[in-house]
């Protein structure tokens, strides 16, 4: 288990940095574990080459548009977000989990775990962990963010 506590500038799901109550531009300060978060997200929403700081970033989930929902693809699916997350130092291999599930004929869950040290900063409990879930469609190659995305006991 590790800290992931970190402040950085908020994002929303598309990319446009968010806007203070003040005016001023917002960041992940209010909870130190939505950076994180949004790390997680960019990481699996990328393709390898969309960031010039560090081109190889990014799943590349547009491999898998068309494939047959089968376990080996859910398989190589779970493989490859969890590969990638680790290989950009998003998260430490052992404090991670991802899980693939069927939830139609052409769209899989994608869900997250990361177990991470409870402090003042993550408001998390001893014992708490960060769930990030998203849906991924493999005929239209989209990435849904799910709204329930949280910190889980």
Do not use: C
Not at 13 to 24: E, H, K, R, S
Not at 43 to 66: C, Q
Not at 91 to 109: A, G, T
């Amino acid at each position: 288990m590790a800290i992931y506590d970190s402040v950085d500038l908020f994002w929303s799901w598309d990319g446009d940095f968010g806007i203070g109550t003040d005016g001023d531009v917002r960041d992940t300060g209010e909870d130190y574990l939505l950076s994180l978060i949004q790390e997680i997200h960019t990481v699996v929403k990328s393709e390898i080459g969309d960031w010039e700081g560090d081109p190889m970033v990014g799943a590349t989930l547009s491999d898998f548009i068309g494939e047959a929902n089968t376990r080996e693809n859910g398989k190589k699916l779970e493989d490859r977000v969890r590969y990638k997350l680790i290989e950009a130092q998003v998260v430490r291999q052992d404090d991670l989990s991802v899980r693939v599930v069927p939830v139609s004929i052409h769209q899989v869950m994608i869900m997250i775990n990361v177990v991470v040290v409870a402090t003042t900063e993550n408001k998390l409990n001893v014992g708490d962990q960060v769930n990030v879930n998203l849906l991924y469609d493999t005929m239209e190659n989209g990435l849904f963010f799910m709204p329930d995305t949280s910190v889980q006991e």
